[in-house]
């Protein structure tokens, strides 16, 4: 069984390799263009890839930050939605989830 401080420790390593890909992402996305008209049309697709990439690293980082102050004021791993106990199989795939089972899937909201 892993311990509420080795998931810390987990998500706050996390946390830092989502800070770090964001910072190449908006590094990449600050490039100067190329003139060429066709190689400008293959950065704008890259830098649509990247901005999604992004905005993914962004949402993780939320709720990350927000499974983190869970564990600070003793919430973490009770479902916010119904109180129950999130199991510990489903913290082990995602660590920063504030929902159990039944509450995440959508048929029952």
């Known amino acids: 069984m892993v311990t509420l401080e080795e998931r810390r420790k987990a998500l706050n390593a996390r946390l830092a390799e989502l800070d770090d890909r964001l910072h ?3 590094d990449a996305l600050d ?8 190689e400008l049309a293959l950065e704008r ?22 499974a983190l102050a869970r564990m600070d004021d003793g ?10 106990t999130i199991s510990d199989a489903r913290l082990d795939v995602l660590p920063y ?6 509450c995440a899937d959508p048929e029952n909201r």
């Open 75 to 84: 919430t973490y791993g009770v479902c916010v939605s119904c109180g129950e």
């Open 24 to 26: 190449v992402i908006e």
């Open 45 to 66: 697709e890259d830098d649509e890839v990247l901005e999604t990439m992004g905005l993914t690293a962004q949402a993780e980082t939320r709720m990350i930050k927000a």
């Open 97 to 102: 989830t504030p929902f159990c089972k039944t």
């Open 31 to 38: 490039e100067t263009p190329d003139r060429d008209w066709e």
